[in-house]
């Protein structure tokens, strides 16, 4: 069964969706989709031959050859228009890599029915690029796994204007406020705390660096306040 991280990913795959999972590696993700019949077609792009091959063997372990297809390609090269691809899966980068592969692959006037995006970190910069391409948020959701909070953004063609802090904190996030968002950032805030305490013990509270710290901190336990 899939990792919490990938099952919540996994949730958001509307049934009977044509799916792309680009940077799939083992290819968990999709091949689940298709074990438990949620979905019939997918393609598994890899930009590397060593977890293209992660790809083929799961293929075969799990005899899905005639509906998962494994496919070197930077990107959404991996996609053929054949394919008939609705929804697109990108899950377990970094949010600027993702970002690139998104504008490396973004045709204007062509979008996908759904994007579901889970960056590790940088989630603001994922947020920020569906904004300016043409994609509205219509979920978001955040899971700890494996001692890490990882974030998960669900989009469909619409327009988004976010302020700052939505871009940061989410905008469900900040609506719903769920305890989970409210740890990771809880942590985020005691994190900095530490990092002031010390330099405060190098006696250097009055430095940029000090300031800044101290308006992040502030900042965070502002909005979970
Ligand atoms: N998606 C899986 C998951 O969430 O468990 C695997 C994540 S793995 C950490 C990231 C994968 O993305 C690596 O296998 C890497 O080769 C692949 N990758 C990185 N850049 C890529 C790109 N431009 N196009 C396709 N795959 C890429």
Do not use: C
Request: no cysteine; glycine share 6%; proline share 5%.
């Amino acid at each position: 069964s899939l990792s919490p991280r990938l099952a919540l990913v996994a949730s958001f795959v509307p049934a009977q969706a044509r799916l792309a999972d680009i940077g799939s590696d083992h290819a968990y993700l999709p091949a689940h989709l298709l074990l438990t019949g949620k979905i019939s077609f997918a393609v598994a792009g890899e930009v590397a031959a060593g977890p293209l091959e992660n790809v083929q063997h799961e293929i075969e372990r799990t005899h899905l050859s005639e509906t998962l297809i494994g496919r070197l390609g930077d990107g959404f090269a991996a996609i053929e228009p054949a394919d008939k691809i609705d929804t697109v899966t990108i899950a377990g980068m970094g949010g600027r890599l993702i970002a690139e592969i998104l504008t490396a692959g973004h045709t204007p006037g062509k979008q996908y029915q759904r994007l579901i995006l889970q960056p590790n970190i940088d989630v603001d910069v994922v947020r920020t690029w569906l904004q300016d391409n043409g994609y509205a948020l219509i979920d978001e959701t955040m899971v700890f796994d494996d001692n890490h909070y990882y974030e998960v953004l669900v989009a469909e063609p619409g327009v988004t204007k976010f302020t700052t802090r939505q871009l940061k904190f989410g905008p469900f996030n900040l609506a719903r406020r769920p305890e989970v968002w409210q740890a990771r950032w809880q942590q985020e805030a005691d994190r900095i705390h530490t990092i002031m305490t010390q330099l405060a013990a190098a006696e250097k509270t009055a430095t940029p660096a000090y300031h800044a710290y101290q308006a992040a901190r502030d900042h965070i336990l502002e909005v979970l306040a």
